[in-house]
């Protein structure tokens, strides 16, 4: 089954295409990871995939439903793009906890899980503000992953970690790719692209086209 089919894709912003008729299918349960360099079109081909931004012209379907039209946004997703917004002056499970009030169908205990899986204590009554940048990444991480969904969009989810923290993410990443999860990853670090991704897809000035990572 097709995860998402992308066809004919055009956005233009301020007169500016930042996307160029984009063509692509990515079957489900696959990780398919996007290089280029910045400003290349790899987070906005990200908000197209989410519906954060819909096209001047073509489609987006996600599991049969086409954004814009049948769905408003993907059902079931998990999605780090840029800055994740969090509550400053609530603890890491305070946050997530209210994110998971708008759906409704985890538990406390899995919110915890999440949190743990990532390398952070459920307990830690530091607030968010007080939080290093490495902390914040694997919050975000944490609030991706914690419902189980169907579609992982993940940018740059390495960013700002140890190296412990990169492992861990990398684990995270396969792990919830055998849960059956299908993956779009953009990175700079092309180890993480050549360990994780079955597929990959070069942006470069709004365009795509699938290549390979260099050695």
């Known amino acids: 089954m097709d995860a998402v089919e992308i066809c004919g894709f055009t956005k233009i912003l301020k007169g500016r295409e930042v996307l160029k008729d984009i063509n692509l299918t990515l ?13 290349s079109g790899k987070s906005m081909l990200m908000r197209a995939i989410s519906g954060l931004i819909y096209p001047t012209k073509g489609s987006v379907t996600v599991f049969g439903k086409e954004l814009g039209k049948d769905i408003s946004f993907p059902s079931s997703m998990g999605i780090v793009i840029e800055n994740v917004g969090f509550w400053p002056y609530y603890t890491g499970f305070e946050n997530l906890k209210t994110l998971a009030a708008i759906k409704n169908k985890i538990t406390d205990e899995q919110i ?43 940018d740059e989810p390495t960013n700002a970690l ?23 990853l953009a990175s700079h670090n092309k180890e993480d692209l050549r360990l994780l991704c079955d597929h990959f897809y070069k942006m470069n000035d709004g365009c795509l086209a699938e290549g390979e990572i260099e050695k």
Do not use: C, W
């Open 112 to 154: 915890k899980h999440s949190i743990q899986r990532v390398g952070l204590d459920p307990e830690d009554k530091r607030t968010y503000r007080k939080y290093s940048l490495g902390m914040k990444q694997r919050l975000g991480i944490a609030q991706a992953i914690m419902e189980e969904p169907e579609l992982l969009m993940l």
């Open 162 to 184: 140890d190296d412990d923290g990169i492992e861990k993410i990398r684990q995270i990443i396969h792990e919830e790719n055998e849960r059956g999860a299908t993956i779009v």
């Open 27 to 39: 079957k489900q349960g696959t990780v398919n990871g996007l290089f280029g360099h910045n400003g």
